[in-house]
């Protein structure tokens, strides 16, 4: 009788292991479109790079670097300076750059920086790979002086309303392109629970399901539907990956001890979510 409860129990275990384990789905994975002649000219640009041009296309700073100096301080009014557009962009082959030095732009000087930083990248520099810039328009083009601001994230939330979400992204999305600025460093992905968490604010909340349809949401207003075809689209980044909004001491980027469990059920379905809805980047968190 012990030997026979021993095996049912034995059995029990087996069956229940078995029934945690994954199964591929019937149905495969989706692959992105690709054009044959684009893959070819990735190929060709590849075969020629050495380590540092690779390195150095994999390399983000951000614009102060580029800006003019004097006495070590950026100079206002704000400009760019040659010799530091040539030792980054073409010498060291930087490629890509980020935000603003200080306050925002007015479009015409966004226009002007990125134009002039295009021209070295494509024009200087052996490759001739353009820069991808990016910017955290969060909420609106906020880096734009003349762009339109709208609520944060957890106040886009409280509308409950991913029609309007996906709306003001597309708006955030053509005043960001209108800079010649074609990368967003948004939505924010992150779930908040923790009330100590200071950039609580900039996500959806607390609540899984609904940040996953809002991340879905402004996710498709800020690419469209086909994203290489609309001049008046941005790429979208989610941030940030994974389990950032649950720091233990609560203090930003600071250590997060979260159990795959919950970051499962909880912190990576609005990741799912955006991806699932085609976003084309992801930033990895910084804690």
């Known amino acids: 009788m012990r ?16 029934s945690c384990r994954s199964t591929p789905s019937a149905e495969p994975a989706p692959s992105a479109s690709l054009d044959p002649a684009v893959e070819a000219r990735i ?25 003019a100096r004097e006495g070590g301080k950026v100079i206002e009014p704000q400009r760019l300076d040659p010799d530091s557009l040539q030792a980054v962009l073409v010498d060291k082959r930087v490629g890509s750059v980020l935000n603003v030095y200080g306050h925002a732009y007015p479009v015409d000087q966004w226009r002007e920086f990125v134009r002039t930083m ?58 960001t392109r209108a800079s010649f600025i074609p990368w967003t460093f948004s939505p924010v992905a992150d779930i908040g629970r923790d ?61 997060a001890f979260i159990p795959e469990r919950q970051l499962r059920e909880y912190f990576l379905p609005p990741f799912q979510a955006a991806v699932d809805a085609g976003a084309m980047s992801v930033m990895v968190c910084s804690g």
């Open 118 to 175: 295009q021209e070295y990248a494509t024009e200087k520099k052996a490759s001739g790979i353009p820069i991808l810039y990016g910017i955290d328009s969060n909420h609106g083009a906020n880096y734009s002086s003349e762009g339109t601001l709208f609520p944060q994230q957890i106040g886009l939330a409280a509308t409950w309303n991913p029609g309007l979400v996906e709306d003001l992204g597309a708006m955030a999305a053509y005043e």
């Open 43 to 67: 190929d060709e640009l590849m075969a020629g790079m050495s380590l540092a041009d690779k390195v150095g296309e994999m390399t983000q700073v951000t614009i102060d670097v580029l800006l």
């Open 3 to 18: 030997n026979a409860l021993v095996l049912v129990v034995l059995l029990m275990i087996t069956c229940f292991q078995w």
């Open 195 to 255: 009330p100590r968490w200071p950039r609580l604010w900039e996500g959806f909340g607390e609540d899984v399901h609904l940040s996953s349809v809002l991340s879905a949401a402004m996710t498709r207003g800020y690419q469209g539907e086909q994203l290489s075809d609309d001049p008046q689209r941005v790429l979208a980044c989610l941030k940030h990956y994974l389990g950032y909004g649950l720091p233990f001491s609560g203090r930003d980027r600071t250590q």
